[in-house]
């Protein structure tokens, strides 16, 4: 059965700094996503991952797809306080219908 | 492209009512799903669809029913609401076949329902 962890669930970081929320999957997938959520608000979509080695970028956010170690990575560099949200990352089932997989979720606060 | 909507915003009800959230998609996506979002809980996939008149239970099914008649509506149906049904409800929506926007899967705004 296919698992998605993300840690941490809570980060709380002061503006400037950098940081990685890491995303681990318990079995082999062709596909990860990343998403945004503003509180109250809706998914938006950040990234999608295709295969080993992907790694995509939108302003201070880098996401990275290791499928070998089943590991993907957002990166947050130089954090300012409009990047607080919480970050999903979803995995494809490829075996059951291509469900998507959901991490629980990492609540991020940046601080002045 | 309106994208994926859903009605209502936001909706009480009384233990024991019945109701229908609505999901439309205007991008011709073979997928649709509903899920809840409660807090500490992560997204749980209710029902979904591959496809017009095919549906399959997701995670937690049990009391809630859909319908997939056309390819751009998935109403899920609420048959006698609990107060365990107090939840915010996402709809969402994506292709399944070839590489088109890699198959993002779009979610609705959601609707945020209150059983008392």
């Known amino acids: 059965e296919l698992k998605v962890e993300q840690n941490p669930l809570f980060l709380s970081m002061q503006e400037g700094k950098n940081y990685t929320i890491y995303c681990n999957y318990s079995?082999?997938?062709?596909?990860l996503y990343w998403y945004r959520q503003d509180p109250g608000k809706s998914l938006e979509s950040l990234f999608v991952?295709?295969?080993n080695g992907a790694v995509k970028q939108e302003g201070r956010l880098m996401a990275s797809l290791d499928t070998k170690a089943r590991l993907s990575t957002l990166h947050i560099t130089a954090a300012v306080h409009d990047l607080s949200a919480t970050y999903f990352c979803?995995?494809?089932?490829?075996?059951?219908?291509?469900?998507?997989?959901w991490g629980l979720g990492t609540s991020l606060a940046v601080n002045p | 492209n309106a994208g994926v909507t859903q009605t209502p915003k936001f909706q009480v009800l009384k233990t024991g009512q019945s109701m229908t959230l609505q999901c439309a998609q205007d991008?011709?996506?073979?997928?649709m799903s509903w899920y809840r979002q409660d807090p500490g809980m992560g997204l749980r996939l209710i029902h979904y669809?591959?496809?017009?008149?095919?549906?399959d239970q997701g995670e937690v099914p049990n009391g809630y029913n859909v319908s997939r008649s056309t390819t751009e509506d998935f109403p899920l149906r609420l048959l006698s609401a609990a107060p365990s049904q107090t939840s915010v409800y996402f709809c969402a929506s994506r292709g399944l076949i070839g590489l088109s926007s890699y198959n993002e899967q779009f979610f609705g705004p959601g609707t945020r329902l209150t059983v008392l």
């Open positions: 979803a995995v494809v089932n490829a075996g059951n219908n291509r469900k998507l997989i």
């Open positions: 991952l295709l295969s």
């Open positions: 079995t082999t997938s062709d596909r």
């Open positions: 669809s591959v496809g017009a008149g095919i549906t």
């Open positions: 991008m011709n996506h073979e997928y």
